[in-house]
């Protein structure tokens, strides 16, 4: 039994499919947002819409108790959090660990597509770029 299959049985339809679908819309966007990062006139608003798609995947993966999704979306959100914060612009680091991070999301929208368990996070995901380095 997959992750799709437990959700399926632990929730209503309706909620998962919805989350499935607005989860699949976000993955869908975040290499553009990240890519986006890149240029100075794109920088906040990519930064902002970034946030909120971590912020809400953090949100809606712990409501359906998809630990592993959570915690990486909670991960992600606090160094986005960070950045937001303290800097202008990103370095080419953070841009590839985020390019990396949005895979791992992209993997485990093909493994609820597909009913498989999820695909485990891969450690380097889980150290965070230098965000110093400019």
């Not at 990103?90 to 368990?117: C, H, P, Q, R």
Request: proline share 1%; with cysteine; aromatic share 10%.
């Amino acid at each position: 039994m997959g992750v799709r299959s437990d959700l399926d049985s632990n929730f209503d339809y309706e909620i998962v499919d919805e989350f499935l679908d607005h989860y699949s819309m976000m993955v869908e966007c975040m290499e553009v947002m990240i890519l986006d990062l890149k240029k100075s006139n794109m920088f906040e608003q990519s930064i902002n819409e970034l946030f909120r798609v971590f912020h809400n995947i953090k949100s809606a993966s712990g409501f359906l108790k998809i630990t592993q999704m959570s915690r990486l979306a909670a991960f992600v959100e606090e160094a986005l959090e960070q950045i937001r914060v303290q800097h202008k612009s990103v370095n080419e680091e953070t841009i590839n660990w985020l390019l990396e991070i949005s895979d791992m999301f992209a993997a485990w929208k093909d493994d609820l597509k597909l009913d498989n368990e999820l695909t485990h996070i891969k450690y380097p995901l889980l150290k965070l770029p230098d965000l110093e380095k400019n």
